[in-house]
């Protein structure tokens, strides 16, 4: 059965990506603390911008979800939204 997604709640999906864009930039913490452990001219990003990119990557997350949605919602409204099919 073929269904049509015809509007994204705005606010709602972009907490959910910002929260889920915040938990990558956990994992990509510690992989850039020891790349500017070991770099050879002792210039990395520092320990302090490392730390604070998972509320960067967060609020950003947030902020692109949510103009996206805004997008889609309107362009959905015109052409009509996306199908998916689903089964059971």
Avoid: D, H, W
Wanted: hydrophobic share 55%; proline share 3%; glycine share 14%.
């Amino acid at each position: 059965m073929t269904q049509q997604i015809r509007r994204f709640g705005v606010l709602q999906t972009a907490k959910v990506v910002g929260a889920l864009y915040a938990l990558l930039g956990l994992v990509f913490v510690p992989i850039f603390l020891l790349i500017s452990m070991v770099s050879p001219r002792q210039e990395g990003i520092g320990a302090g911008l490392a730390l604070s990119m998972p509320i960067l990557y967060g609020v950003l997350g947030f902020v692109f979800a949510a103009i996206s949605c805004a997008i889609y919602n309107f362009v959905a409204g015109l052409v009509g939204g996306i199908e998916v099919e689903l089964g059971g």
